[in-house]
């Protein structure tokens, strides 16, 4: 297993390093045959009076697939503590799905997607603004999925949504969490969809929350 820390506005000493290999190692080490590569970005504000959260971010690389975890308080040694046993927490959810897909029924059935119009206009009057320059430019592999298998990735890594390559359609969409429960997909719109002359250029299907597992944590 690779471990890499990474820092922003702080130097990452030894004893930092230590705590780091001591608290993430223990969480991830019972899952250590599915991890393949472990990046830590330990960060502090750049005016510590002003915002004193300082933040420990986990990202796991396993079989293919990303888990993420990010917590933050007045203390980094703490910051790093949330962080391993959240990490370690959704690692053990990622096996228990492996496990048991196979006899599991999907939280999300195709049938279950409802498609509704994008806005035609979602700016307004408003010009749109663009940043000046690119401050940030990620790759990463799409490898086909379904609906389903994209919303449990959009669970381990944490954020608010995923972009993904779908498989039934072959087109990339984007699943998100919706502020009013469940989520949503955007897909493109293509030439053999129905149009009623407004100009939209693509679609949303919203999908219900699924149901949590019972399990023991």
Avoid: C, W
Avoid at 13 to 31: G, L, M, S, W
């Amino acid at each position: 297993m690779n471990l890499v820390i990474h820092g922003k506005n702080i130097e990452i000493t030894d004893a930092i390093r230590e705590y780091v290999h001591q608290k993430i190692e223990k969480a991830v080490n019972h899952f250590q045959s599915i991890t393949n590569e472990v990046d830590v970005h330990l960060s502090v504000a750049r005016n510590p009076r002003i915002n004193p959260r300082q933040a420990a971010e986990v990202t796991i690389y396993a079989n293919g697939n990303v888990i993420r975890a990010e917590e933050n308080s007045e203390s980094l040694y703490a910051s790093i503590d949330l962080v391993a046993d959240k990490i370690a927490r959704q690692l053990r959810k990622y096996k228990e799905r492996r496990q048991n897909k196979k006899n599991q029924t999907p939280e999300v059935e195709p049938d279950t997607i409802v498609a509704t119009e994008v806005i035609g206009d979602l700016i307004g009057d408003r010009t749109p603004e663009l940043p000046t320059e690119v401050v940030r430019t990620k790759y990463f592999s799409m490898p086909p999925m379904t609906v389903t298998e994209a919303l449990e990735h959009l669970q381990m890594v944490g954020h608010d949504f995923y972009m993904f390559h779908n498989s039934e359609s072959g087109e990339i969409n984007v699943i998100y969490e919706r502020n009013h429960g469940g989520y949503g997909v955007i897909q493109p719109r293509n030439a053999n969809s129905h149009t009623n002359g407004n100009g939209k250029n693509g679609k949303v299907s919203h999908l219900p929350m699924p149901e949590k597992s019972h399990s023991n944590k």
